[in-house]
């Protein structure tokens, strides 16, 4: 979680950012804050984090993308899972508030 801590102000600006920009972002985005992506996924699915009932319904559309995301074994796959549908990110908005 410290890597989620260091780098929340950048993964909000993700989160937030329009389509276009949301994948130019994740395009040059380092590999610890796509793992910082990846350690929120796996802690929302396995209730570590408590999310509100209505952003849960609208993350159940991505639950595939979520769950090829925390398994994929290194960072890199997981930057290319993240560049292909950067439309999984904005419900994580709630978040950062």
Do not use: G, W
Not at 24 to 34: C, F, G, P, V
Not at 53 to 78: D, G, I
Not at 79 to 85: A, D, E, G, T, Y
Request: charged share 25%; net charge positive; hydrophobic share 40%.
């Amino acid at each position: 979680m410290d890597k989620v801590k260091r780098y929340s102000s950048f993964i909000k600006r993700i989160v937030t950012a329009p389509a276009p920009i949301r994948a130019q972002l994740l395009k040059t985005s380092n590999l610890e804050i796509i793992t910082s992506i990846a350690e929120i996924v796996y802690n929302i699915i396995h209730k570590n984090i408590k999310v509100p009932p209505t952003t849960l319904t609208k993350l159940r559309k991505f639950k595939k993308v979520f769950h090829k995301l925390v398994a994929a074994k290194n960072a890199e796959s997981r930057k290319q899972i993240l560049i292909r549908n950067p439309n999984c990110l904005p419900p994580l908005s709630t978040l950062f508030k």
